[in-house]
């Protein structure tokens, strides 16, 4: 795949649920996304994106790096798509909030990943920065698994 990808394509989140616009670099074992936080985000606080918000750009930056491998091998069939499960999210630390306007970056780094079958259980590694600023970072454990049609 060509970069940047449109996180939609691994994702079944859409608007208003959708917190990465785009995925800038990826392989199997890292990702980074970016995200531009608009006036109509629903996880605003004073002008602000929320804990909340925050935790699930990370979240949906996480999942990603299980996606793109599965997507890949799967490139003939338009209708595949993946679910993902969030089991554990761990050791969260939240330095500050963003304004509305900022674009952040996320970063995750896969950890582990245990393969079952066809669902991977994993746990990634992410931080969120604004510019030089970190934002967040923890870890999160993910169930992954393809969709049933």
Do not use: W
């Not at 990370?58 to 209708?79: C, L, R, V, W, Y």
């Not at 994993?122 to 999160?140: L, N």
């Amino acid at each position: 795949m060509e970069l940047p990808i449109q996180i939609g394509l691994f994702l079944p989140h859409r608007a208003p649920m959708l917190m990465v616009d785009e995925i800038v670099e990826i392989d199997d074992q890292s990702i980074k996304t970016e995200f531009i936080i608009k006036p109509e985000n629903i996880f605003l606080q004073n002008s602000k994106l929320s804990e909340v918000g925050i935790i699930e750009n990370m979240a949906q930056t996480a999942s990603g790096i299980i996606g793109k491998p599965q997507f890949d091998e799967n490139a003939h069939d338009k209708n595949f798509r993946l679910s993902g499960y969030i089991t554990r999210i761990e050791n969260i630390e939240i330095f500050t909030l963003p304004d509305v306007n900022a674009q952040l970056e996320t970063y995750g780094k896969l950890v582990m990943n245990h393969t079952i079958g066809n669902m991977f259980n994993c746990k990634i590694e992410c931080k969120t920065y604004q510019g030089e600023k970190t934002i967040a970072k923890g870890f999160f454990n993910l169930i992954i698994r393809p969709q049933p049609l």
